[in-house]
């Protein structure tokens, strides 16, 4: 395998972005691809959207890609091909269908940035195209980086993989003009979730409903119940051990519930960095696009004298153990993330569903890694049968009692 970079190293060369820069939204319907367009609509004169891509929201891409003017546009739901609204798309507006239709959007020869707003592991294909093609790569699929972080982290040149999650914009941002050998730990910032602070006996109780209401940011369903669950931050911690490559042990998850204070680097000298900001993606979406320039505020600023006061707790792996699990995937690596995140996501959707309970998600995660044997990666088609095999194991544990 391939040898790693230092994708962040600071003494790599900057090369500037064109103007303006070209950019392909993958699952622009959702809570990412809908704050990226309105980073766009912000900076028209910075941003040229050419390429959009949907699951099965047609009417939503057809919207975007005639305001846009969009020149590329794929539904990744082929069955979704009949849909009327699809027929109102621009003269000269390429459409295709299917999951290689998405990913080839990555591919583009008139793509500079490929914006990865996909959900799931599904999404790797598309990361693993980008950088094949050396686009810069401003991601927002972590799952990708989880399962397949051996894999793409190799094929990733500097300044050609950009965070979007906040919490690793942040400390990229941190880190910038710093050197690694000096960086202590990293502290990951978590708001908790709706759930901070009860009991396991009061998590048996609650619903979907309870758990998607986020205490300070808006995002997807699937991500809300991950941060519910703390698993989100699991994921998290695996995916800062491979962008930043720091052991899975020296990053520290920290409890911050106004959601402020995005992360934090700690540094040799004791000295801390954090980055402080509003709760709006489309901070570290604009950063992510920008990269290495800043550009004018796309969000509200934050009136900090009036702010209310900033707090930090502990994570309670031991009450949470997605958190505890993930770890445990991240510290054994090769193909045992992979197998964690399956399950994560066949269970995480069953309890959407309501067909079973909150802590049945660790439950389920916890036996599909019991029942994995490990490996170490060597292909993307390896993964996609850990994938496979894991979810299935998923769907057979959910109905043991």
């Known amino acids: 395998m391939t040898s790693r970079i230092n994708i962040f190293e600071d003494t790599a060369p900057r090369a500037e972005r064109p103007r303006p820069v070209r950019v392909a939204v993958l699952g622009c319907s959702g809570s990412i691809g809908t704050q990226t367009l309105d980073v766009a609509r912000r900076h028209p004169d910075k941003v040229r959207v050419v390429a959009l891509s949907v699951n099965t929201s047609c009417a939503a891409l057809v919207a975007a890609a005639r305001e846009f003017g969009a020149a590329h546009v794929a539904v990744a739901d082929s069955s979704r091909a009949g849909d009327p609204a699809l027929e109102e798309l621009s003269d000269g507006c390429e459409l295709g269908l299917g999951e290689d239709a998405v990913t080839a959007l990555a591919e583009l020869p008139d793509v500079d940035i490929v914006v990865n707003a996909l959900v799931g592991f599904a999404g790797i294909h598309a990361g693993y195209a980008a950088l094949a093609a050396d686009k810069v790569l401003a991601y927002a699929n972590k799952e990708s980086i989880v399962c397949g972080g051996d894999l793409l982290m190799p094929m990733a ?58 205490p300070t940011w808006d995002m997807g ?12 931050k699991g994921l998290e911690v695996i995916e800062a051990h491979h962008l930043f490559q720091v052991p899975i042990d020296d990053v520290r998850v920290l409890v911050q519930r106004q959601s402020k204070i995005h992360s934090m680097v700690e540094f040799s000298d004791g000295v801390v960095k954090a980055q402080l900001g509003g709760s709006d993606m489309r901070a570290p979406i604009q950063y992510a696009l920008s990269y290495p320039e800043r550009w004018e505020a796309s969000v509200e600023r934050v009136d900090w004298g009036s702010c209310a006061p900033i707090t ?4 309670d792996e031991s009450t949470f153990g997605c958190l505890r699990l993930a770890k445990e995937a ?18 995480n959707l069953a309890f959407r569903q309501g067909s079973c309970g909150f802590l049945d998600i660790e439950r389920v995660v916890e036996g599909v890694m019991s029942r994995t044997a490990p490996e170490r990666v060597e292909s993307l088609g390896q993964l996609l049968e850990v994938d496979a095999r894991s979810r299935a194991l998923a769907s057979q544990i959910l109905t043991e009692v």
């Open 221 to 232: 369903a699937k991500i809300t119940i991950d941060s519910a669950s703390l698993m989100n």
């Open 157 to 214: 040149r500097p300044g050609r993989l950009i965070p979007v999650d906040s919490e690793h914009s942040a400390i990229f941002q941190c880190l910038v003009g710093e050197r690694r050998s000096d960086v202590h730990c990293l502290w990951l910032t978590c708001s908790g979730g709706p759930f901070y602070g009860k009991t396991r006996e009061e998590l048996a109780r609650v619903s979907s409903s309870d758990a998607l209401a986020h």
């Open 312 to 315: 930090f707790g502990e994570a």
């Open 330 to 347: 991240g510290r054994a690596g090769g193909v045992l993330p992979c197998a964690m995140n399956a399950a994560n996501e066949v269970a």
